[in-house]
Every structure is written in C-alpha cells, then in structure tokens.
C-alpha cells in the first residue's frame, strides 16, 4: 500500500518536479474565515486587539507525503486608523517545503456607523526546498543524476496587497498575497532552461455577512474564492452558528473538491479552540481518510468594552 501511496502523490505532483512551468498555488485553509490575515494584509489590526493564531492542518490522512501545513500569525491595531501583523507558513508536500515569512501593515478609513474600508500591504519571503531523494519509490531513480531534482532553500520576495470593507455585521475584501512571479531551477542540472516551479499570482476574493437569528444565536455564511492562472477556480463556501457567544459550529464546501465538517469554542473571553475535517468528493477520497485542521486562538484585550459584543470574524 505504501508504494501505491507514493505513486499517487507522484502523480499528483507530477507538474512541480518535472521540467515544465507550473502554477504553484498557495496552501488552502478550510477554517480560512479564523486565518484571513494569511491571505488578505488589510485585515490586520481589524479585531481591535492583539490576536495571536496558531493553525495546523495535515491532508489526505493515510497517504504518504501528503501537504502539512503550520501557520502562526499575530496581528494588532496601532492607534486609531493603522494595524500591523506578522505570518510565518511552512508547508510541506511530499519531497518539497516551502517556508512563507511576511509582515503586514493596514491603514483604515473610518465612515459613520462603524463602517470601515482598510487598504494593506504584505512584504517578506518565500524559502523553496525540492529533494528528489526523499522519493525512495516511483519513477525516479536514485541513480540516474539527471532524473534528480534539488533546490536548496531558494530564497524570492514576497510583495502582496489587499482591500478589506467591514462592518459589525458585514465584510468583504479583494487581495493578492504575491504580485511577484518567481521562477526555480533545478540546482543539480548544469541546464536552467527550463524552470521546475513557478510561483504563479493568486487571487482572493471574500465576503460574508452576520445575521442575528435570536439574542444566543448568530448564522454568518460566508464565500471565499481563488484564481490562480493554470489551475481551477476554487470556490468555498461555509455556514457557521454561533451559540451563546461561546460554541461554534459550522459546514463548508469546496466546489469539486470537498464536504467540510466545523467546531469552535471560546474557552474564555481570550482562548478560542478549533476543529474542522474535510472529507473528499474526488476519486482521490479512496486512498485517504480525510483532512483535518486544528487552530488556537489566543488575544489580549485593552479594556473589557471590546469583548462585550464580539464580531464573527
């Protein structure tokens, strides 16, 4: 079974090692709605206090060399019209890891009725690591030199924008985490005409609203699409309740991809927990047991006025 498992992801990824351009797309949340800084930089700040998260999710349980992924951001208002964050990504898919380190800055204009249109800029790094040698199976042959592929944590810039309009109840926001398009070689191969990966620009586009179906309970559906040249379009879609302003849960979908089950709780007015698990609809559902996603949330309020009326997002 595990040499079927590798062959699998082999295929999968059969575009990112040979000697073709590839779309490179940027690692996927499902609880994306808790991460929205990693994607969009004009939310930094947003939630008023200093907001630390922590996520992990680990994909297509059960075949070996499938995506981990581990996301840690802080982010945090400074004065009345300006925010600032930081995000550290690792992900790693079968013989590839990628490290994503950038720092945010937002500026906000506020409008009557606590509405506010807030502009960002992302700014920091990419590190590449490819080692074809972690195969020990498949159609690589640890002995013929031109069949490896090596990169040694090839560094390249990162320079993102976004747009994010929120209010108590509403938001919606258009961003692109890296304008830059990066090219990468094989480091073995005397020969750099022909790239191994491409960072390719990718899109975002959100939104989603907050409806008050009692004084406990709020119903908040939310969209979340991506474009990325050379791949599908993605689209997710979520519904979430949230109970008492304490327990939270929720279903998604990615179109053509995924059914997702999600939970929450504010263990108190600073920690909240997450769970969410992705269940696939594509042929690949027959060789994995599923995805899951763990996050912790962990913030500092200035004074207790802003925890009074916590916002769904």
Do not use: C
Request: aromatic share 16%; hydrophobic share 40%.
């Amino acid at each position: 079974m595990k040499h079927f498992n590798v062959t699998v992801l082999i295929l999968l990824f059969l575009g990112l090692f040979t000697n073709t351009a590839t779309a490179q797309q940027d690692a996927q949340f499902t609880q994306y709605m808790y991460n929205t800084m990693s994607i969009n930089p004009a939310y930094a700040g947003s939630r008023d206090v200093l907001s630390f998260l922590g996520l992990y999710r680990t994909q297509w349980v059960g075949l070996d060399g499938a995506p981990r992924t581990f996301t840690v951001s802080g982010h945090s208002p400074l004065g009345e019209n300006m925010g600032i964050g930081i995000n550290v990504t690792n992900d790693e898919i079968f013989i590839s890891k990628e490290t994503y380190f950038d720092i945010d800055f937002s500026y906000a204009i506020n409008f009557a009725d606590d509405r506010k249109l807030a502009f960002g800029l992302k700014g920091g790094g990419h590190l590449l690591n490819i080692d074809s040698n972690l195969a020990n199976e498949g159609p690589y042959n640890p002995g013929d030199g031109s069949a490896e592929i090596f990169i040694d944590n090839k560094f390249s810039p990162q320079f993102g924008a976004g747009v994010y309009y929120y209010t108590n109840k509403f938001y919606a926001g258009f961003s692109v985490p890296n304008i830059l398009e990066t090219e990468h070689f094989d480091e073995s191969s005397n020969s750099n005409s022909n790239a191994i990966a491409k960072e390719r620009v990718n899109y975002y586009l959100m939104t989603g609203y907050t409806f008050d179906l009692s004084d406990n309970v709020l119903f908040k559906p939310s969209v979340l699409g991506k474009i990325v040249e050379g791949s599908p379009l993605q689209i997710d879609l979520s519904a979430n309740f949230l109970f008492y302003e304490k327990f939270t849960i929720g279903a998604a979908y990615r179109w053509s991809a995924a059914f997702s089950g999600m939970v929450g709780f504010q263990v108190t007015d600073q920690i909240m927990l997450g769970f969410a698990y992705d269940q696939e609809t594509t042929d690949l559902a027959r060789y994995n047991n599923g995805s899951y996603e763990f996050f912790l949330r962990f913030e500092l309020f200035n004074n207790s006025d802003r925890i009074l009326s916590p916002r769904f997002f």
